[in-house]
């Protein structure tokens, strides 16, 4: 499994920004992705995550309301819109896949920079 984020970058707070994860290497039936984030100084943590068959969506509370994460079967890829963003927002944002059978996230993307500062 490759997984490849993109389209992190330097934003405003209050801005957005959209994330993509283009994976491959098997189909992801029964698959579940997810995006984590990395400030620093701080430990790794979950952000959002999306089944792969039925779009399920679940977030955590830091985010509720200003990220959306989406998934494209045709596309083999999984987004995440990132609106009203804040300086605490900033961070190594990676995207990771698990099958639901997996109890964690075995394998992960290299990561992309988002930085929100005015």
């Known amino acids: 499994v490759q997984l490849q984020a993109s389209g992190g970058g330097l934003v405003r707070p209050g801005g957005s920004l959209r994330l993509s994860c283009a994976a491959s290497g098997r189909p992801f039936t029964n698959w579940i992705m997810a995006w984590f984030r990395q400030a620093p100084g701080k430990e790794r943590e979950f952000i959002a995550s999306i089944t792969w068959n039925w779009a399920t969506t679940a977030y955590a509370d830091s985010v509720k309301g200003r990220f959306t994460i989406s998934r494209d079967k045709a596309e083999n890829t999984v987004d995440l819109q990132m609106n009203s963003l804040e300086p605490e927002d900033t961070a190594i944002y990676y995207c990771?896949?698990?099958?639901?059978?997996?109890?964690?996230?075995?394998?992960w993307g290299q990561g992309t920079l988002v930085t929100v500062s005015s």
């Open positions: 990771a896949s698990r099958s639901t059978a997996a109890t964690k996230y075995n394998y």
